[in-house]
């Protein structure tokens, strides 16, 4: 049997994507291998969200291309956003690599398999209606590969039409499109059928789903419906769809985790009205108030971003008071980074790498602090927790997330992944909680 090992770079989306293609590659006969080295195929799932993520996929790709020679006949893929953006340049920058096929259009691994491995079995194309109709690489699950998994992510829309100043995604990725209600309906049957108990939505633009009538408050609704699925989680909503009547199905029932990523990515109207995110510091303050009224417990989370080009430090410091009010319980935060072909990209930067780096600094330590004292307020409460996983260092001891968002770590006997309980937490390391039972 040809065997492949896969590299994954970048989102939850991605994950996903390298799910579909281990699923297509499965049905083709290959085996999923643990060593490169010991791989016919190799296949790296790429991200270009910052020239960071691009820099480390490029030097993974170069060591892989320079281990081939070890291997006759070993074949060199790369997939995703970053194949995308580059196009055909990929191949001339990187010698070695066998097959590029981007974001848009990975059906055509497919079609690579014949080409590179014709023992492999008749082609059977996965996306009949060809383009970037997203409903053949959905299609593909359950992930034959995977081991038995008690969490699943399902992308119910892919691409982006709200085109932020600094973003590469909507030109990677491309237009919105909703995947139809009954794909969705049927792979999440599908995974609940194999074990799954939560499933987590995914879109780059969740909450702006809609197909054939049905909106995202819509489909979750129907969602909450499925027996066997548990918890259902969905990232990313944009701050401009996040309705009250969405976050009103969420308060609705108990299987909705009580976890909104809701990305700000500035406190400065000036810096947001710039970046094109449609809202104001002030209106953003307001969401997350009737986010709070209606959901008391939730876990908010957000995506900040420092340095997008004129931000001057008044306008950082507007970032800091908004971060400091809002108290999110984590954020992912990042140091803007050019992206060519965006409209960021033509503007005038006028700070400084070092003065970049400080503010992200800055950031990073008031986030670390809030997120600390949101875990150690957590101690002494009862939390409900799907457990995921064995923890490798510590016996008896299972990862978990509780059912807002926060990382739990329970030491007790005969637990097995995918059972939810209640429990107490005991301790907090700032990051994790530690209960027992
Ligand atoms: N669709 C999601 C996020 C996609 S990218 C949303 O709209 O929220 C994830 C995060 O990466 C963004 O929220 C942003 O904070 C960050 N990001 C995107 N482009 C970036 C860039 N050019 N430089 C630095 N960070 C960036
Ligand atoms: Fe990028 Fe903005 Fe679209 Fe998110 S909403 S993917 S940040 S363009
Ligand atoms: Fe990266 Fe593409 Fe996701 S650019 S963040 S892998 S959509």
Known sequence: ?????????GCQMNAADSDAVRALLSGRGFELCGSPADSDLIVVNTCSV???????????????????????????????????????????????VDLGAGAKQMERSGEAVEAHFPKGGAYVGINANGGCDVSGVERLSPPLF???????????????????AYCVVPYVRGNERSVPYEAIESTVKEKVGSGVKEITFLGQNVNSY???????????????????????????????????????????????ASHIHLPVQAGSDRILALMNRKYTAESYRSLLDMIRTRLPRA??????????PTESDAEFRETLELVRCARFT??????????????????EEGISKAEKMARLSELIALQTGITREIYDKTVGEELEV??????????????GQDAGCKRVLISCEGLAAGTILKVKAVRSSGMTLIAEC
């Open 299 to 308: 876990d908010i989370t957000s995506d900040i971003m420092v340095g997008f």
């Open 50 to 96: 910052r020239e960071a993520a691009e820099r480390r996929a490029k030097s993974r790709i170069a060591e892989f291309a320079g281990g081939k020679k070890a291997r006759a006949g070993q074949r060199l893929w790369v997939i995703g956003c970053m194949a995308e953006r580059l196009g055909d340049k990929l191949k001339e920058e990187i010698p070695g």
């Open 210 to 256: 809609n197909h054939g009538g049905i909106d995202f408050p819509e489909l979750l609704s129907r969602m909450a419906g499925i027996s066997g699925l548990e918890r259902i989680r969905f990232t990313t909503s944009h701050p401009k769809d996040c309705t009250e009547r969405l976050v009103g199905v969420v308060a609705s029932s108990q299987k909705f």
């Open 146 to 164: 995977s081991k038995a998994a008690v969490t699943g992510f399902v992308p119910v829309m892919r691409g982006c039409d709200n085109y932020c």
């Open 330 to 347: 984590t954020a992912f935060m990042f140091a803007y980074s050019p992206r060519a072909g965006t409209a960021a990209a033509s503007m």
């Open 386 to 399: 799907l457990v995921t996983e064995r923890q490798q260092k510590r016996d008896l001891a299972w990862m």
């Open 1 to 9: 049997m040809p065997s492949v090992y896969f590299q994954t770079f």
